[in-house]
């Protein structure tokens, strides 16, 4: 798993404008993963989320990319905490619910010791929630990031996404803290009364 | 499955830590899990590119994971307790799949939850974590039988490919020392040690 080395230096990638890109570039998921790699964002441990089935399948197709799926989320904030020690940047994709497991593991590991760890969160339980229980979990996100001062952004627009990923990753990397950046069904369309 | 590990000597923390950290010639990282395993890995030594973890009871292995894949020519070895991995047995998978061959796994199996009044762990008296740590597809794990066993697969998993799980059966003595509780300085040091950080 020879992430750290052979592999494209972000600053050879082009940086586009939203009128720049192609159609599936100019994507809520094109945006989001072409604004990891020009943050050298490698390592994307993920528990997954229909919502987000695009995104981790194309970061699964590139090859910049170490994408694979853990059991817990928690799981997936050691990872990236410990690639973040040896050299290269990682992001957690995961749901509302499985944010919600991770409260332990913010207040233990990433905050104390100040890594700054990315974490992307599909919005479930809001705007169309068919779920009781999706609906209460929800509510219990915000809280907690606020009630550990944790920066996090919720993402309604397309036209907004590049600039509030981008500048949020670089605020968590150089301020050395974590980040939530939560995508709304505003933003990705949510999941809708299905099976 | 469980014979194996019936007869398998009754081993001390703080002695096994300290013939590991002896062995380690190369700069290798040590993650050491919540408690008495980071009590132990302290107490043998302060090496800059060793790692205390303070909380997250159960992310030893994930977080040397992540070490591993970040510096994949770099040996990478997590010390755990019995009871912490039982928190996050599902690791085990994920670090089955990804197959990093720079990792080692030592298990301290006591049994019990030592530092909280000794109670004993839901698997004390039924399961079997190198039996479990096989069927998640870790083909190279296996019980040392005493302490010249533990050397041997310990100098055995840094000169083959990994990744490798070792499990000690230990006493139920707590950890030796205390780690300092700075988990900032702790960081910092250990991204220093790993070659990551330039001193200011």
Redo the contacts between chains.
């Keep these: 798993?020879?992430?750290?080395?052979e592999k494209t230096s972000p600053q050879m990638l082009e940086e586009k404008t939203l009128q720049e890109r192609t159609p599936q570039e100019n994507t809520w998921h094109g945006i989001v993963l072409d604004t990891l790699k020009h943050n050298d964002v490698r390592?994307i441990?993920y528990v997954p989320d229909r919502v987000l089935t695009t995104l981790i399948k194309s970061l699964h197709a590139d090859p910049f990319f170490?994408t694979?799926?853990?059991?817990?989320e928690?799981?997936?904030?050691?990872?990236?905490?410990?690639?973040?020690?040896?050299?290269?940047r990682?992001a957690v994709l995961m749901q509302t619910s499985g944010f919600a497991t991770l409260a332990?593991?913010l207040?233990?590991?990433a905050i104390?010791?100040?890594?700054p760890l990315i974490m992307i969160v599909s919005e479930r339980g809001t705007l169309g929630e068919f779920n009781y229980g999706q609906s209460l979990v929800c509510r219990t996100m915000r809280p907690v990031l606020d009630s550990l001062a944790m920066e996090h952004h919720t993402i309604t627009r397309l036209d907004e996404l590049e600039f509030i990923a981008d500048r949020s990753i670089k605020q968590a990397v150089t301020t050395q803290a974590p980040v939530a950046l939560i995508l709304s069904p505003l933003l990705t369309g949510g999941k809708v009364f299905d099976k | 499955m469980s014979t194996a590990m019936r007869n398998t000597k009754v081993m001390n923390r703080f002695d096994l830590t300290s013939r590991l950290v002896a062995k380690l010639k190369h700069e290798e990282?040590v993650?050491g899990g919540i408690g008495n395993t980071n009590f132990d890995l302290w107490a043998a030594g302060h090496r800059p590119q060793n790692?205390y973890?303070?909380?997250?009871?159960?992310?030893g292995?994930?977080?040397?994971?992540?070490?591993?894949?970040?510096?994949?020519n770099?040996r990478v070895i997590a010390l755990e307790g019995d009871g912490s991995l039982l928190m996050?047995l599902?690791?085990l998978?994920?670090i089955a799949?990804?197959?990093?061959?720079n990792l080692t796994m030592v298990v301290m199996d006591n049994g019990i939850y030592q530092i909280t009044g000794a109670q004993p762990t839901p698997a004390a008296q039924v399961a079997d974590i190198v039996a479990i740590a096989v069927a998640s597809g870790l083909a190279h794990s296996a019980w040392a039988a005493d302490e010249e066993d533990f050397e041997r697969l310990i100098d055995r998993s840094l000169a083959e490919p990994g990744p490798a799980l070792i499990g000690v059966r230990i006493d139920d003595k707590p950890g030796v020392g205390t780690t300092r509780r700075d988990?900032?300085q702790?960081?910092e040091r250990?991204?220093l040690g790993?070659n990551?950080r330039q001193p200011l």
């Design positions: 798993m020879a992430v750290a080395q390592i441990p170490t694979f799926a853990t059991a817990r928690e799981e997936a904030v050691g990872i990236v905490s410990g690639a973040w020690m040896g050299g290269v990682g332990n593991v207040a233990s590991l104390p010791y100040q890594i | 990282a993650i790692f973890m303070l909380g997250s009871m159960g992310l292995f994930p977080i040397a994971l992540g070490v591993a894949l970040a510096q994949p770099r996050q599902g690791s998978t994920t799949a990804l197959a990093p061959k988990p900032v702790i960081r250990f991204m790993l990551v």
